[in-house]
């Protein structure tokens, strides 16, 4: 099969934006849900006339989504079954691959398959490269933070180290705030409040990471809360009493406050500069 990582960033290009709200929040209740399947009722689902009519109402209704992730998939699986078992030298193979994809590869096994197929698997591997305006967003904000204080400098050497206090004040106390919300570790707070101001200027590293890192080496997860996630996510209190989600949690709320110190610290700068 196609490695999953390939799969979704396929499915993040090709699903348009105002469908990524519904697709993350639909993702988010199936972890969040608290509804039970049966043995009974995964085994119905497998049934063939049932799979096949879930499979084609899935793709009437989200052909965006059903493209990358089980059209794309069937015939990258037997363009790899070709490349493996080239015809001619096997009489039988063995195959295992999930019901959904059976019909779906069926089909294009049946008809005539490339004599070269590593180079439509390859093109079936390769992902949409990244925006360059979007890359270039978090460099743009760099840049304009840096000539703030530039030019705060250049005006006052008081000024100048105003602004850079500001920075670090807003920025560190706005992400450290936003790490208390996650309970996280004493320390964990106090190197986000460091990291922040200074991580707002890196676009290659976030104080999420910093602070999540730190939270994991302080609070190392234990098997019991990897083997307790699923059950613990469906409720709010075990979102904060379960390592795991915990850290995810510290790093979410890292991230946003980082992000919110950033724009109010940055249109700061711009009013004493320029107000």
Same mark, same amino acid.
């Given at each position: 099969?196609?490695?999953? %990582?390939?799969?979704?960033?396929?499915?993040?290009?090709?699903?348009?934006?105002?469908?990524?709200?519904?697709?993350?929040?639909?993702?988010?209740?199936?972890? $969040?849900?608290?509804?039970?399947?049966?043995?009974?009722?995964?085994?119905?689902?497998?049934?063939?006339?049932?799979?096949?009519?879930?499979?084609?109402?899935?793709?009437?209704?989200?052909?965006?989504?059903?493209? *990358?992730?089980?059209?794309?998939?069937?015939?990258?699986?037997?363009?790899?079954?070709?490349?493996?078992?080239?015809?001619?030298?096997?009489?039988?193979?063995?195959?295992? +691959?999930?019901?959904?994809?059976?019909?779906?590869?069926?089909?294009?096994?049946?008809?005539?398959? @490339?004599?070269?197929?590593?180079?439509?698997?390859?093109?079936?591997?390769?992902?949409?490269?990244?925006?360059?305006?979007?890359?270039?967003? @978090?460099? $743009?904000?760099?840049?304009?933070? $840096?000539?703030?204080?530039?030019?705060?400098?250049?005006?006052?050497?008081?000024?100048? &180290?105003?602004?850079?206090?500001?920075?670090?004040?807003?920025?560190?106390?706005?992400? %450290?705030?936003?790490?208390?919300?996650?309970?996280?570790?004493?320390?964990?707070?106090?190197?986000?409040?460091?990291?922040?101001?200074?991580?707002?200027?890196? @676009?290659?590293?976030?104080?999420?990471?910093?602070?999540?890192?730190?939270?994991?080496?302080?609070?190392? *997860?234990?098997?019991?809360?990897?083997?307790? $996630?699923?059950?613990?996510?469906?409720?709010?209190?075990?979102?904060?009493?379960?390592?795991?989600?915990?850290?995810?949690?510290?790093?979410?709320?890292?991230?946003? %406050?980082?992000?919110?110190?950033? &724009? +109010?610290?940055?249109?700061?700068?711009?009013?004493?500069?320029?107000?």
């Amino acid at each position: 099969d196609r490695d999953i %990582g390939i799969t979704l960033k396929r499915i993040y290009h090709n699903v348009p934006w105002w469908q990524r709200f519904s697709l993350f929040s639909g993702l988010l209740g199936g972890v $969040l849900s608290r509804q039970d399947v049966s043995a009974e009722d995964i085994e119905r689902l497998k049934e063939g006339d049932v799979l096949e009519s879930t499979f084609r109402e899935f793709a009437t209704q989200s052909e965006s989504l059903y493209t *990358p992730l089980i059209s794309e998939r069937d015939r990258y699986m037997a363009l790899r079954l070709a490349e493996r078992c080239p015809p001619g030298r096997y009489r039988h193979v063995l195959v295992v +691959i999930g019901a959904g994809h059976l019909q779906g590869m069926a089909e294009h096994l049946e008809a005539p398959l @490339p004599e070269a197929p590593s180079e439509e698997r390859e093109r079936l591997e390769a992902t949409p490269p990244r925006s360059r305006v979007w890359k270039a967003i @978090p460099w $743009l904000i760099t840049a304009l933070v $840096l000539t703030g204080f530039a030019i705060g400098f250049s005006r006052n050497t008081g000024l100048g &180290w105003q602004l850079v206090g500001e920075w670090f004040l807003i920025n560190g106390a706005l992400s %450290g705030a936003a790490t208390l919300v996650a309970l996280a570790h004493p320390l964990t707070v106090l190197a986000t409040v460091v990291a922040a101001p200074l991580t707002s200027l890196n @676009p290659t590293i976030g104080a999420g990471f910093v602070a999540a890192g730190v939270e994991l080496a302080l609070r190392k *997860p234990k098997v019991r809360d990897f083997s307790t $996630l699923r059950h613990d996510v469906t409720e709010l209190k075990g979102w904060w009493r379960n390592r795991v989600s915990r850290t995810l949690l510290v790093f979410l709320t890292a991230t946003l %406050g980082s992000a919110a110190g950033t &724009w +109010i610290a940055g249109l700061r700068i711009a009013g004493t500069l320029f107000g």
